[in-house]
Each structure stands twice: as C-alpha cells, then as structure tokens.
C-alpha cells in the first residue's frame, strides 16, 4: 500500500475522462455514461480495501476492541 | 522528514492532477481525494503509534488506571475515525451525510463515557448525607 495507488487512479480518471469526450464528440452518449460509472465502480473497489486497511490499524493504534 | 516530504509532494502533484479531474470526471476526483487522504492517514499511523504509546508509558507513571486510559485512546480512536469519514463525504460534496456521520461518532463516545458518569454520579449520591 504506497503512493503508486493514487496515481493509479488518478491515471484511470484522465483515461476515463478523454474517452468519455471522444465518445460523447462520436454521438455515443450512452456509453460514455456507461464507461464513466464502469470507472467509477472499479476505483471504488480500491479504494474500499484502503479505507479497510486503514480502519484496522486505526483500531490497533488506538486499542478498541476491549 | 521523509515521509513528510513524501506526503507533501504527493499532495502537490494531487492538487495539481485534481485541477483537471474535478472539471472533468468530479465522481472520480473526488475518489482521488478520498485516496490521498487515507494514503496520508496509512502514513501517519506509525508516528501515531508512538505518540500513543508515549501517552500510556506516561499515563503509567502517573498511575491513571489503566481503564480510564483505556477509555479515553477508544474515544480518541472513535473521533479520528469519525472525523475523517465526515469530512470526506464533505468534501465530496455531502455535507448531510457528514454531519450524520459525526453525529454517530458523538453519540458513540458518549455511550462508551456513560459508566464513567454513572460512577461520578454514584459517588456524589454517596458523599451527600442522608
């Protein structure tokens, strides 16, 4: 778990934003829509294990659970 | 000194990236957002853990007992936690479900506190005559 995390999705958020323009400029408005909620899940599916990752050692540091 | 300068270079290109993110693609920058801060938190765990166990090294030699010390890491850990939820579902843009949030972190401390004032509550009750 580093620093390459958030630039990986900061990568796949330019790439996802470009090609929701070139799709949108080519009349697929549906798809563009389709292809920016595909982004939006998969980032999501990181960032869900990094908030767990982060809730247990928050848990160890500050000792809650007894 | 390292990870300082590591965290605060990263939160530099971030902003910068972020410039571009929250014009074009908001749901995904605000998912950035909320990346780097629990990347910087993940960072600062490990001067946390020190400074927490120079606090109970402390609390020793003070002779706290250790359930009150106990008690009062847990409330610390229960605000840190609610605090950063709160304030990242603010910062996208929700500031409802971040007063929720730190409502529940309020309403959690205030139950793990509830013993310790029944037992203050107690002791005034026994100190008054009659």
Known sequence: MDITMVYRIAGLGIIVAILNIVLAQAGRQEQAQMLSLAGVVIVLVWLVQMIADLFSDVETVFKLWY | ?130
Request: proline share 2%.
């Open chain 2, 1 to 130: 000194m390292t990870d300082l300068a590591r965290i605060v270079g990263l939160g530099i290109v971030v902003s910068v990236l972020l410039t571009f993110l929250r014009k074009e693609m908001s749901s995904i920058g605000a998912q950035v957002s909320i990346a780097f801060v629990v990347i910087a938190l993940l960072f600062l765990i490990e001067p946390l853990q020190q400074v927490m166990d120079t606090f109970v090294t402390l609390s020793e030699r003070a002779q706290v007992r250790g359930v009150y010390m106990a008690l009062v890491l847990k409330a610390v850990g229960i605000a840190y936690i609610a605090s950063i939820g709160a304030e990242l579902s603010r910062d996208a843009g929700e500031s409802a479900i971040g007063s929720a949030v730190e409502l529940a972190g309020k309403v959690f401390i205030f139950l793990l506190a509830v013993p310790v004032i029944a037992a203050i509550l107690d002791a005034l009750v026994g100190l008054l005559p009659g």
